[in-house]
């Protein structure tokens, strides 16, 4: 039997982060959850409240405690990770970074992208940006990420990894209405906006995102990880998916300038490759074999 780890994982109270915490207590881990007090944790996890902002905070909080892993899936900058890296050096044997694709956006390429494309080692870091204001954040989320991988890799106060997601899908609290907004605009005929150059992108599934991150608590590799499903699906095959779920359901697609696209809709290549951590040791889905299942999970209620 496994000896229980003791687990801290910042965030995590929504989506894929609520379901990897299901997955470490079911695995019979000790589980500490620390957010702002918006949502408490499932039962049987401990639970601690601070602004991760705050670094007195964060630090009055987690007193002496010290931890086998922490998995962070809120850090967006550099100002956070710093924090981070202050407050839990010499607390922790291993820190994992909930990362993003969005870390490639300047990436351009056919074949699919490798870790090494961005080695957050050489990402320069700008503390000075406006971090705290939303708007900046929102628009500037992939730099944000690299940035925040940059401080962690760059100074290092413990083994670090970053698990870089692709777009996920799936589930019935998907709260970011990507998939509702296809669904609205083929109930109504209403044009799908998209690129003249439109490209495809890689996917994964909010339950296979939770038991990567699962899995890799127990890992000990370090450094950069992509972490997506097999294959490729350009808007029109994923319209065509939530068509399928909407009696009488037809996609109509509108050429756009980049600005006015619609989700899921690139001018550029965003595939990933997931072949390291397959080396590694874990076997990712095929996004045609659970795509059908993502949009019923998601549109269910709202068809």
Known sequence: MQTPREVLVIGGSRYFGKRLIARLLAAGDRV?????????????????????????SLRGVLGSRGFDVVVDQVCYTPRQAAIARRVLAGRTRRYVMTSTVEVYE???????????????????VDFGLPWDDPAFLDSHYGEGKRQAESVFSTESAFPFTAVRVAHVLGGDDDFTGRLVHYA?????????????????ATYIHVEEIADFLAWTVGQDFTGPVNAASRGLLGTEELCRAVAAHLPGGKAVFRPAELGEVSPFSFARSYGMDNARATRLGFTFGDVRHWLPRAVTETLGKNA
């Open 32 to 56: 500490t959850v620390l957010n702002r007090g918006s949502s408490p944790p499932p039962p049987g996890a401990v639970h601690l409240v601070a602004d991760r902002d705050d670094e007195s």
């Open 184 to 200: 609205d605009r083929i109930s109504t005929g209403e044009p799908i906006a998209v690129p003249v150059d439109n490209r495809p």
């Open 106 to 124: 300047y990436e351009d390429s056919i074949a699919l992208v490798r870790e090494d494309a961005v080695d957050p080692t050489t990402v320069p």
